[in-house]
């Protein structure tokens, strides 16, 4: 099992090292739930998922097959049944995004106490991890790891050692012979996602470097598409965001003057990190042979394992990145208190240097918006400027936020993809990402107004500014998702549909029903009395 977790293939728990949610300037280790070859707990217990259950038996008994195991089809219900099991005691997507409920601090007594039938330090000692790692840990879903340890006491030898069997051999099929790589994608590229065909290899050899030396492609990928320009022209684009949104904190009409000042005080502490970390990751260390591709993964992940383990006792380095410069995403991270704009979304469709002002407003714009927006959502918002999890807020001011999120996730639970018919969009799990977006776009709406100063924009193409400021964000948000992807998007993933992240946040703004003159009876009408508005 430490195996599994050390690799980079999946163990029966994760364990990641952050900063500490109550103390942001020590590292601590953070364990997770984990065990399970389908996406999350429902695919093991709602109907609508049996078929996937079907495919997986037959699924793992054609890997076995493949690598010369006998006997694939008792393995594969041995298999099945354990991750049951595993999944009755994992806790769903909701309850799991919940930063209060999931911060456990244990020491390792405790996490023994926790879960006794566990072998805690022979998991550390497979691993070559120091046993003082654990002693003090964060455990995310206390329950779970009872429960692991309750199987653990009634063991089943043979279905531990199938279950062991399978993760090695799933965990490493792309990297495999040609026939594991083709049953490994026939699964899950196409039954989960729906994707008829796999990428070319050298797109998929490509990824797998940058994903195992992300920055050492980063610097490459910067020094070919960010020129400085683009890093300067960002930082004021941020620095717009920011200013609208002291404006429209400050001229809340629900919340309490102290309130204010805590949440100005928050907002005055954000660190913008833009394109690219100022010092790179050093690989010199790191031995890369062409003839040997799975021991080349292997040292990645222990070079990467060792990098991690150093953080714990060591200072936080607050100028580390989480996310590689080609990555084509954004985010807020609140133990930091920071918002990160990777070089490969500063391109178009989100922005570009020669485009109006409002298209980059709309466009990345509202993405700064949201990921500052992130720092004052449901979660976020238990966090203060320095981040450590604090309650800084009034129970009046908490109650009225919580009614305005609330009626977010009544607008979201009525969603249905035209895609997927007999299922909703889940509000609950998507209201955090929801109130960025809806906060991202009205505050990036807001900083438009103050970069244009007053002037009045040009009419383009027939369309005014403030058209364009939306039409960019409703480009950024096209794609084309396969009905089962989308299936598994809804199950697991915290953002909205792609369709839904445009058009249910817009029919809240104002301002968008005065841009395109929006009247009731029209498809993005929502009534005033509707609508929802927190930032």
Not at 228 to 248: C, G
Not at 476 to 487: D, N, Y
Request: glycine residues 8%; charged residues 25%.
């Amino acid at each position: 099992m430490s195996q599994l977790e050390i690799r980079g293939l999946g163990g029966i728990f994760g364990a990641a090292i952050y900063t500490d949610a109550m103390d942001s300037t020590t590292n601590i280790i953070y364990l997770g739930q984990g065990g399970l070859s389908l996406p999350d707990e429902s695919y093991y217990r709602e109907d609508q998922y049996a078929p996937i259950r079907e495919a997986l038996l037959v699924h793992i008994e054609k890997m076995f097959a493949l690598v010369g195991i006998q006997g694939g089809a008792d393995l594969a219900t041995k298999i099945l049944a354990l991750e049951t099991q595993i999944a009755s005691h994992h806790w769903d997507q909701v309850k799991d995004r919940d930063a209060t409920l999931t911060y456990n601090k244990h020491s390792r007594k405790e996490l023994e106490d926790r879960a006794p039938h566990f072998p805690w330090g022979l998991w550390l000692d497979a691993g070559d991890v120091k046993q003082s790692v654990f002693d003090t840990v964060i455990v995310n879903e206390p329950s779970f790891f009872e429960g692991i340890s309750a199987m653990l006491k009634d063991f089943d030898k043979d279905s531990w050692v199938a279950w062991l069997k399978w993760h090695f051999i799933s965990g490493s099929a792309a990297y495999l012979n040609d026939a594991i790589v083709k049953q490994n994608f026939s699964f899950y590229g196409t039954t989960l996602s729906g994707t008829p065909q796999i990428r070319e290899r050298w797109k998929r050899a490509v990824s797998l470097v940058e994903g195992s030396l992300g920055e050492a492609v980063g610097r490459i990928y910067v020094e070919k598409h960010f020129p400085p320009a683009a890093k300067a022209a960002m930082n004021d684009l941020v620095a717009n965001l920011i200013e609208a949104y002291r404006q429209s904190i400050t001229d809340l009409d629900w919340m309490s003057p102290a309130t204010k000042t805590k949440a100005l005080e928050k907002l005055s502490k954000f660190t913008p990190k833009i394109g690219y970390p100022d010092k790179w990751r050093d690989y010199s260390s790191l031995e890369i042979s062409p003839a040997d591709l799975l021991a080349n993964l292997g040292r990645i992940s222990k070079f990467s394992r060792d990098f991690e383990l150093a953080k714990i006792g060591a200072p936080v380095d607050r100028a580390e990145w989480y996310m590689t410069p080609q990555t084509v995403n954004a985010y807020y991270n609140p133990g930091m208190n920071e918002i990160v704009f990777p070089a490969a979304i500063l391109q178009p469709p989100f922005f570009d240097m020669e485009a109006d002002m409002a298209a980059n407003y709309g466009g990345i714009g509202a993405v700064i918006g949201h990921e500052i927006g992130h720092g004052f959502d449901d979660q976020g918002s238990k966090y203060d400027g320095d981040g450590n999890m604090v309650d800084w807020w009034s129970d009046a001011d908490r109650a009225e936020f919580e009614k305005r999120a609330n009626a977010l996730i009544a607008q979201f639970d009525l969603l249905i993809p035209e895609e997927t018919p007999d299922i909703h969009v889940n509000g609950a799990l998507t209201v955090g990402e929801n109130i960025g977006d809806l906060g991202g776009l009205a505050i990036a709406y807001k900083a438009y107004k103050l970069a244009l100063k007053g002037e009045k924009p040009p009419v383009i193409d027939g369309l005014t500014g403030e058209q364009r400021f939306y039409l960019s964000w409703a480009q950024a948000w096209r794609g084309k998702v396969r009905p089962e992807e989308l299936r598994r998007r809804i199950a697991t993933d915290p953002h909205s549909p792609y369709e839904f992240r445009c058009n249910a946040i817009v029919r809240n703004l104002d301002e968008f029903m005065e841009a395109f003159e929006v009247t009731a009876g029209d498809r993005l009408w929502l009534a005033e009395k509707e609508r929802v508005h927190i930032w």
